[in-house]
């Protein structure tokens, strides 16, 4: 069990029951999956840039990325109905926790001028979105090897209250910005 893992079952369910007077603990708020998403539309063109981007997806979060292809045909962008577009890891268990605890400790705190996250990327069911311009920010990436690629990173909960799941988020270690965004 990791070290984020751990401290969700020995503190932070317990702060959550108190503060929001759930007695169930299946009912207490909790991170149900983290999902990374990266676009490749680029890669029609070049076939090496989906390799590299699916590397460093896999480096990243420690799993193989799905490759997710176009729904639809839109002519002034060139793409047609099925092909790749984008890539997905969907995190669970014990490699999302893993994951956020990186996230969290060392991959935020790397961001120039870094004065925590916006309060305002929940949707209404509680998720939380995050958009990274570039992987850079993640040492396990060697830039000298790739080119800069965007992310976007959504921690999906199991509450549909904004509240809640902010708290989950705050209590697990996510940096929220003090200035009032959110």
Do not use: H, W
Request: net charge positive; proline share 4%.
């Amino acid at each position: 069990m990791g070290r984020l893992q751990e401290k969700y079952e020995k503190e932070v369910r317990k702060v959550l029951s108190e503060e929001f007077g759930i007695k169930n603990i299946y009912a207490l708020p909790r991170v149900v999956k983290v999902v990374v998403n990266s676009g490749v539309g680029e890669a029609i063109k070049n076939k090496e840039l989906m390799e590299q981007v699916k590397k460093d997806l896999a480096t990243i979060t420690g799993q193989k990325p799905s490759v997710r292809e176009a729904k639809i045909s839109v002519a002034s962008f060139g793409i047609r109905r099925g092909m790749p577009v984008g890539l997905k890891v969907t995190l669970r268990g014990n490699r999302m926790y893993d994951f956020l605890d990186r996230f969290f400790s060392i991959v935020l705190p790397r961001f120039r001028d870094f004065r925590g996250v916006s309060g305002s990327s929940f949707d209404k069911d509680g998720n939380y979105t995050i958009g990274i311009t570039e992987q850079s920010v993640f040492p396990e990436i060697d830039m000298a090897k790739t080119q800069p690629r965007g992310l976007e990173i959504t921690i999906v909960t199991n509450v549909d209250k904004v509240d809640q799941a902010r708290r989950l988020l705050e209590l697990l270690g996510m940096p929220f910005a003090k200035n009032g965004s959110g």
